[in-house]
Every structure is written in C-alpha cells, then in structure tokens.
C-alpha cells in the first residue's frame, strides 16, 4: 500500500472510529473514495457518509529546500535522493441530503472537533502510522467562495458542508524496488 493511500485510510479509520460512538448504524460512517465516478455519477457508496477525498497535493518547499544532503540507506548500497516533503490537502464532505442534511451537519461538526482535539498524529497515538513519517499535523484551511465553488466543480459534486484541511509535512520516497 502507498504511503498516501494507508496515511488516509489510517485517518479515515479514526475518525471513522470516533463518529462511530455517535452513530452506531453497523456500517462505517467515513469512506475514503471520490464523491462521483468520472461521468459525474454519485458513487452510491458514498451518501449519508462523511467522504474523505484528496484534493490537492503540494510541495512543502521550506521543509524540502533545508534537506538537500542525499541519504545513504545501510541495508542497500547506494545513495538515495532525499525526501520530497509533501502536504496533502484532504477535504471531509458530509454526504447527507434531504431528511439527513441535517445528520451531515452534525457529522462535519463532529469531525471538525475531531481534529480540534487531535491536531497532530505521531507514532504513539497512531501506531500504525507509517515509519518514514515523524508525525502528520492538521491545519483547518479556509477557502473563500470562489475557491470552493472551483474546488466542488473540479469534484464534480454539489455543495455540501465540507471541512479542508492540509495535512502537513509528509516526508515522501516511495520504495520502487
């Protein structure tokens, strides 16, 4: 599994594990996948969930321009280019119209104060957190209307309430051997 793919389906999983203590419907409440299918079909999969999509990846340039010096790996020989500090910007869309519009409001709230609380993830209170990255730091990342109409139009989905974050300093060297 890729370093982006399992560092989401990691924070996909607790916040999952935490709306799951309000909502106890037998199925996940968080999904990580795209809100409509590439004709702009709503994926079934997704609605009355809060869906968790990638939407933008960005180079973190002053992080990346202090670590120039290569890396020399001992288990192989040779010298690896240094990583490519990445942030991940991860929209959270409450997926819930109709009668439960109002339930995606209470789930965007809920996962707004989730990641209030737990701004910052590191090995001790994410295990499974990947061993190349120190620590994954959340910031709430406001876009302004024109932003976030291009943002949902890029998506291909209708507005609903939806939470942007960045997702800091993500040391990324995909192992390609």
Known sequence: MSMIQSTLELIRS????RLMVEDRRGEDAVILSNIVDLNGVPFPDAQDKV???????????IVSAQSTDPVVERERPGVLPPPLYIDLFVLFYANFSGLRYRDGLGMISQTIAYFQQNPVFTHDNLPSLDPRIDKLRFEFTSLDLSSLHCLMQNMGAKYLPSAYYKVR?????EDMG
């Open 14 to 17: 607790k916040l999952n594990d």
């Open 51 to 61: 869906v968790v999509c990638l939407a933008n990846i960005q180079h973190e340039e």
């Open 169 to 173: 300093l993500i040391p990324f060297r």
